[in-house]
């Protein structure tokens, strides 16, 4: 797990290739408390993931090329103890499966609303 002192904010990175989805939830986590990054697909997430710790990463599972599902699945084999949280508005009972075999920690589902994603950051970051 990401180290996470008492005093600093938590590091997150948003992946989706949607701007104003990136944006949004940019602009949402940063009010929350957190540092964020944000990324249009994969290679910029792995770029980004190679460069700096993530206390969290939030994946849309549907995006061009790598989905979100390969792309957690990637980043559970490599960097293990990023907690993966993947989002969608077209979720199928199968891709949840599917997503916590690939190590996914939690699914929020769009239209993303502040509640539920503060509920998802105490849960998994200020616990």
Not at 22 to 34: F, P, Q, S, W
Request: charged residues 30%.
């Amino acid at each position: 797990m990401p180290s996470h002192r008492e005093d600093a904010k938590p590091r997150v990175m948003v992946v989706d290739d949607e701007e104003p989805i990136r944006r949004m939830m940019g602009n949402l986590l940063r009010k929350l408390g957190c540092t964020v990054d944000t990324a249009d697909g994969s290679d910029a997430a792995t770029r980004l993931l190679e460069q700096d710790d993530y206390d969290m990463v939030l994946v849309d599972v549907v995006m061009p090329g790598v989905d979100g599902l390969e792309l957690a699945e990637q980043m559970h084999r490599q960097w293990p103890e990023t907690r993966v949280v993947i989002m969608s508005g077209k979720a199928k009972s199968w891709m949840l499966g599917e997503a916590f075999n690939a190590g996914v920690i939690d699914f929020l589902c769009k239209p993303i609303d502040r509640e539920q994603l503060q509920h998802l950051l105490h849960r998994f970051l200020w616990n």
